[in-house]
């Protein structure tokens, strides 16, 4: 027996598929990554008045690859089959004409066995910490392996970062890996997911066929240009 899929609402043209030129201004500014600075602790961290991005998951989740899939560089973020070695907060720089006009930051990966427990519970300290305090944190980014879906460290993360999304921080689940799902599975898991991110935005992504690519780009550029949002829709009557 074949279940009828409920039907789709037709989606703006901005949530799945955003315009081409949207797309195309969004991967341009996020190629133009390079790397700022790292740091072991936060306070190691310098004091930005750019829009930050916070890339935050599960070790193995695929956050590195996401990063220089977006970015378009192989060797932004270190991807490896080692998890839990990237022990440091990094920081990435964006902006054209090398003007820094927002910043990404990859936080270590969390929840791999092999780490020490006492190594363990410092790196949750150590983001918790970042994640609500940093003052100019602009938006989180929680990648999930969707064959896992939201695990409990993923589920705390959740409410430890929920006073900021209520304060307006931006919020979004990437589904990476999504080559390895059917059309249905993705379907699934993207309508559970949507409903335990909590009024955050979820996308499915594929850095093998660039599943979301563009969606997940040119979120990222409208949440660091609030400004030029707002310009772009005045923009009509203005004239
Ligand atoms: N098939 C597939 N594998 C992926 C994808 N993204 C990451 N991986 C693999 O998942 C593993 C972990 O990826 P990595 O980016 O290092 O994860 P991280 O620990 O979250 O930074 C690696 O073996 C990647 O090649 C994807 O979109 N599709
Ligand atoms: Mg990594």
Redesign the pocket.
């Known amino acids: 027996m074949t279940i009828p899929s409920p039907p789709t609402p037709a989606q703006p043209a901005s949530a799945d598929t955003p315009p081409k030129s949207a797309a195309l201004q969004a991967l341009g500014w996020l190629h133009t990554a390079r790397f700022l600075t790292t740091a072991p602790q936060l306070h190691f961290l310098p004091e930005l008045d750019v829009p930050e991005i916070a890339f935050v998951?599960?070790?193995?989740?695929?956050?590195?690859?996401?990063i220089?899939?977006l970015t378009q560089q192989k060797q932004l973020?270190?991807?490896?089959?080692r998890?839990g070695r990237?022990q440091h907060i990094n920081l990435f720089a964006l902006g054209k004409q090398g003007v820094m006009d927002a910043v990404l930051t990859d936080l270590p990966?969390y929840g791999y066995a092999a780490v020490p427990k006492q190594d363990k519970i410092r790196w949750q300290q150590v983001m918790a910490n970042y994640l609500v305090t940093r003052k100019n944190l602009q938006a989180i980014v929680l990648?999930c392996d969707p064959r896992h879906g939201m695990t409990e460290l993923d589920e705390i993360l959740l409410d430890v970062i929920r006073p900021r999304v209520e304060e307006g921080l931006k919020f979004l689940v990437v589904l990476?890996?999504?080559?390895?799902l059917t059309r249905s599975e993705g379907a699934k898991v993207l309508s559970i997911t949507k409903l335990q991110a909590g009024g955050g935005e979820v996308r499915l992504?594929?850095?093998?066929?660039r599943t979301g690519l563009e969606a997940v780009a040119t979120l990222l550029w409208d949440w660091a240009h609030p400004a030029s949002l707002a310009s772009l829709a005045v923009e009509p009557t203005a004239r």
């Open positions: 998951g599960r070790s193995n989740a695929g956050k590195s690859t996401c220089n899939t973020a270190f991807a490896s089959k998890p990237t990966g990648m990476t890996k999504a080559d390895k992504f594929s850095a093998t066929k």
